[in-house]
C-alpha cells in the first residue's frame, strides 16, 4: 500500500507583503522609467550630457596627447648606429637645409634637423618654439639634441638657417625688421655652435651662413646686413685657440650671393639664373668638407661665386 505524502507551505504574511511592496516597487521605478523614455524633451537632456561628457573625457585625452607629442624631442626618430656618419642640419626645413638633408641620407649618413618644424626626410627632428626667448631655446634645444644622440657625437653642424628683409633706417619696420633678422641669423648661429662645443668630434665641422654684401655696408637692408656681419664676427672668434670648440675641429661660414630656390624663383622670374649657386652644389660641398676634403682653413668666410651657371669659392 502506497503512502501519498503531503507537502504543506507556511505562508508568512510579513514575507508576503515584503514580496507584493518590492513587486509594486519596481513596476512603479518600470513605468517611471517608461515615462522618461517617452519623454523627448527628458531623452535630449539625457543624450546632451551623454554627449558632454564624451566630449570632455576627448578634450582631456588630446591635451594629454599633444602635451605628450610637444615634449618629444623627435617625431620620427630613427636608429642610430654608432659606426654611421652622423650630421644635424640647423634650419632642416628650408630649401636649402632639406636639399642638404636629402644629399647626406642619400649617402647613407645619418641626419637631424632643427627647425620650426619637421622634415620628414631627417631621421630625428628637433623642433623650435618661435614665441619662446633665446636663453628658453638654448635650453631645450641642447636637451633634445642630447636626448637624441645619447652619448654619440656628431661629424657636422650645418647652420643654414636664417631668411631677408630689407629696409633702411628710415623704414616703417627697420626695427622689426632688424629684430627677426637678428633672430634668424644670429640666435640660431650661436646655438649651432653651443651644439658644436659639447657634441662635435674633433676635427669635426661646424659651418655657418653669411652673405657677401655684408662683408660692406648694405644701407638697403641694414638689419640684414647687421645681422649677416655678426655671424662673420662669431666664426673668426670660433676659429681662435680658445673659441671654445672641439679640438682641431673646423668653423667655416658660406657667403651665398643669390641661391636658385623655388621661392627666388617665384619672386624673381626674370633674374639671371645662370648667377645663382645651385643647392646641389652647396649640398656636395659641404659632404666634402665634413669628410675633410678640401676643407678651406678653419675661420674662412667662403664667397660662392656663380657666373654662367659654374661656381667657384673665394676666402673673404
Known amino acids: 500500500m502506497s503512502r501519498t505524502r503531503r507537502r504543506f507551505y507556511v505562508i508568512c504574511p510579513r514575507a508576503m507583503a515584503t514580496s507584493i511592496a518590492a513587486k509594486e516597487e519596481t513596476s ?3 513605468r517611471l522609467l517608461q515615462t522618461h523614455n517617452n519623454n523627448p524633451w527628458w531623452l535630449l537632456a539625457r543624450n546632451l550630457f551623454c554627449l558632454f561628457l564624451l566630449s570632455l573625457v576627448t578634450t582631456v585625452a588630446l591635451v594629454k596627447f599633444f602635451a605628450f607629442i610637444q615634449h618629444q624631442p ?3 626618430t630613427n636608429a642610430m648606429s654608432s659606426s654611421a656618419s652622423k650630421i644635424i642640419v640647423y ?3 628650408g630649401a636649402l637645409g632639406s636639399a642638404i638633408i636629402k644629399h ?4 647613407n649618413y645619418w641626419v637631424g634637423s632643427i627647425d620650426l618644424a619637421n622634415n620628414d626626410e631627417a631621421d630625428a627632428n628637433i623642433l623650435v618654439a618661435p614665441d619662446s626667448s633665446w636663453t628658453e631655446q638654448e635650453k631645450a634645444v641642447l636637451e633634445d639634441v642630447a636626448k637624441v644622440l645619447d ?4 661629424d657636422a ?3 643654414v638657417a636664417g631668411g ?3 629696409g633702411n633706417a628710415a623704414h616703417a619696420d627697420f626695427v622689426k625688421n632688424a629684430d627677426l633678422m637678428w633672430k634668424q641669423s644670429v640666435w640660431s648661429s650661436v646655438l649651432a655652435s653651443a651644439i658644436a662645443s659639447k657634441h662635435l668630434k674633433e676635427g669635426g665641422l661646424l659651418t655657418l651662413t653669411g652673405a657677401k654684401p ?3 655696408g648694405t644701407p638697403g637692408m641694414i638689419g640684414y646686413g647687421m645681422a649677416k656681419a655678426a655671424v662673420h664676427q662669431l666664426t673668426k672668434s670660433l676659429a681662435a685657440g680658445d673659441g671654445g670648440l672641439p679640438k682641431d675641429s673646423s668653423v667655416l661660414t658660406i657667403l651665398p650671393v643669390t641661391l636658385d630656390t623655388p621661392m627666388n624663383r617665384k619672386w624673381m622670374p626674370k633674374a639671371d639664373h645662370s648667377t645663382w649657386t645651385p643647392l646641389e652644389y652647396v649640398s656636395e660641398m659641404m659632404e666634402k668638407w665634413a669628410n675633410k676634403e678640401d676643407r678651406p682653413a678653419s675661420g674662412s668666410l667662403v664667397q660662392l661665386l656663380t657666373e654662367t651657371g659654374a661656381t667657384k669659392l673665394v676666402c673673404a
Open 151 to 154: 652619448g654619440q657625437s656628431l
Open 157 to 159: 653642424i650645418l647652420c
Open 214 to 216: 655684408a662683408l660692406e
Open 74 to 76: 623627435a617625431s620620427n
Open 91 to 93: 634650419g632642416g626645413r
Open 28 to 30: 512603479n521605478g518600470r
Open 104 to 107: 647626406f641620407k642619400a649617402k
Open 164 to 166: 631677408w628683409a630689407g
